[in-house]
């Protein structure tokens, strides 16, 4: 059996595991990381678990961005600490492993889709080459594996396979967004970050973006962080919700609840569009 076909069926086995376990994939206490005072984040503590999709919201400047760096392991904290749990049960200080640790968790279970597809890719080699890198980091080295894979998720990311040998700086923004999730998704990671993944693009190609990711993440089962300014990609996305301001979690729930029937003033003013992201 290949070692990509090992961890598909790997991959396929994990959520029931997960399910039966009931225990959290990623559990965050009192993490912090401020440059000024209310400039970053502080005192964040959640769990979250298999499948589960939460959406980071609140205007500019409110710490979203930051907290996402400190999450996924690029930004190292002031204060707290982060646990990730492993498909074999294993748990993982995140700020007590060293960073090449941390680099290695980001190109295997974990994922990490930027603003600016530009940042996300490897503008220099083809399209192709750029979605086999994260499985030769797993070990696949079949060229005839790599590209087929890569061909099957240009198709999934509806990208015509013929732009396999393509450069990225060929494709428009949308495509190149596209591509930059397929070249995150393609080793079955078990949690993605996603940092404003619509930002830059216009209102058609948004859309058929949010279809895609929407059904994505339903049908590969991922959980996913998401940092948005806007409340229509967080209703679309997230199951749950946690609004910041000034570096803080002021309110957090179910989507539909804080969307619905917000409770704190910001998240009123946020809602009701007083305020502008």
Known sequence: MSALQQAINSQADRPMADELAGEPLFQVSDIGLLFGP???????????????????????????????????????????????????????DL?????????????????????????????????????????????????????????RWLRQVEIDESRIDDLPRTFSGGMQQRLQIARNLVSHPR??????????????VQARLL???????????LAVIIVTHDLAVARLLA???????????????????????????YTQLLVSSVLQP
């Open 38 to 92: 209310d400039k970053g984040c502080q005192a964040v503590s959640f769990d979250m678990y298999p499948g589960e999709v939460l959406g980071i919201v609140g205007e500019s400047g409110s710490g979203k961005s930051t907290l996402l760096n400190v999450l996924s392991g690029r930004s190292q904290p002031d204060a707290g600490t982060i646990h990730y749990r492993h498909s074999d049960g294993a748990v993982t």
């Open 95 to 151: 700020y007590a492993s060293s960073e090449a640790q941390r680099r290695t968790l980001l190109r295997t279970e974990w994922g990490f889709v930027e603003q600016n597809p530009r940042d996300g890719l490897r503008m220099t080699v083809s399209a192709g080459a750029n979605i086999g890198e994260r499985l030769m980091a797993q070990g696949v080295r079949n060229y005839g594996v790599l590209r087929g894979e890569s061909m």
């Open 191 to 204: 949690l993605v970050f996603m940092d404003e993944p619509t930002g830059g693009l216009d209102v058609s």
């Open 211 to 221: 279809d895609m990711l929407r059904a994505l993440v339903r049908d590969l089962g």
């Open 239 to 265: 199951d749950r919700l946690m609004v910041m301001r000034r570096s803080r979690v002021v309110e957090s729930g179910l989507t539909d609840q804080i969307l619905d029937d917000p409770q704190h003033p």
